[in-house]
């Protein structure tokens, strides 16, 4: 029986060829290998690989796909540093800031393209309908980032509408590396169909909790200072909800505050006396029961199930 972090070791082997990358030019493949390289929960591989060996395929035969969705995860995450001028992920420099903007822009470019020819590793039938289903997915994840930019000018941004740019910035993808694992399995209408649902709502699940540790997180743990969000004033799930409910001339004071400690503790006591740090993890139960029921409608091992069980209740009780 392969474990998730079992498919996570095969994977990481598998990119850490000699052979992976080109040599050269190495000014456009070195970011490239720094960005897969800088770990992560691969939890996109994970779950494409895994779904195709729990639908009556060996997982290798979806190596490629695997790789495909890794490649553009981390493709997003490289221009999303250059757009929101992050300076640092999981510890280290970002590329931008390491190498030059130009260079991260280039490189991030390749990034897609090398994912679009990793996915389409398939016999010709089978290429073509996975090429479509990583398009479809591209595309989403893209109207969900912008939509998150967007609403930083926005002050009247709903729930329903966070909840769905949430759902098209990181719920497709999850959703999509599901789908792709399952059209390698070539699976029916109606396991990928649930499949998919099971990682649309996984994602809507882990983002929130993305947006719960931010505040509520232990800094300890969490690997850095909690109140990013707040000291930003981006629009999360809990801003939403205090925009809406709480008093606005205390929100609005809170806000502006110009000591950044003092406007953290301020907002999140708001938040706690609104009880949104509860009703925060409610949600983020709820979704994550929603896609455990997504997965009762699949015919698979119990070995199996226990994986994404597994994975989906990590996603939601995580502290990092």
Request: charge should be negative.
């Amino acid at each position: 029986m392969i474990t998730a972090n079992e498919y996570a070791r095969l994977f990481n082997e598998y990119i850490s060829r000699p052979d992976f990358l080109p040599d050269s030019p190495r000014g456009l493949f070195e970011p490239i290998a720094y960005m897969l390289g800088s770990g992560g929960k691969r939890l996109r591989p994970v779950l494409l690989l895994a779904t195709c060996e729990a639908l009556g395929t060996d997982s290798r035969k979806a190596i490629g796909q695997a790789v495909g969705i890794e490649m553009f995860h981390n493709f997003t995450l490289l221009h999303d540093d250059v757009m929101d001028r992050s300076d640092m992920r999981h510890g280290r420099p970002t590329v931008h800031r390491k190498w030059n903007e130009a260079t991260a822009i280039l490189s991030g470019d390749a990034m897609l393209t090398l994912a679009q020819m990793w996915i389409m590793r398939a016999d010709s039938q089978l290429s073509t309908e996975l090429a479509n289903t990583f398009n479809l997915v591209a595309m989403d994840v893209y109207r969900g980032q912008q939509y998150d930019m967007d609403f930083e000018t926005r002050s009247d941004v709903s729930v329903d509408e966070y909840l769905e740019m949430i759902r098209l910035k990181t719920g497709v993808l999850i959703a999509g590396a599901c789908l792709l694992g399952a059209t390698v399995a070539r699976a029916s209408e109606s396991d990928c169909e649930a499949m998919w649902r099971y990682g649309i709502n996984m994602g809507l699940a882990f983002q929130l909790q993305d947006d719960y540790l931010d505040t509520f997180g232990d800094p300890a743990v969490f690997g850095k200072a909690i109140g990013g969000d707040i000291a930003c004033g981006k629009k999360t799930w809990l801003l939403i909800n205090a925009m809406n409910e709480a008093d606005r001339d205390r929100l609005s004071e809170a806000l502006t505050m110009d000591d950044r400690e003092a406007k953290i503790a301020a907002v999140t006591a708001i938040y706690r006396e609104l009880d949104l740090d509860n009703r925060c993890r409610s949600l983020i139960n709820d979704y994550t029961r929603r896609a455990l029921q997504a997965l009762d409608e699949v015919e698979m091992s119990d070995e199996s199930r226990a994986i994404f069980v597994e994975l989906a209740e990590k996603a939601a009780v995580r502290d990092r």
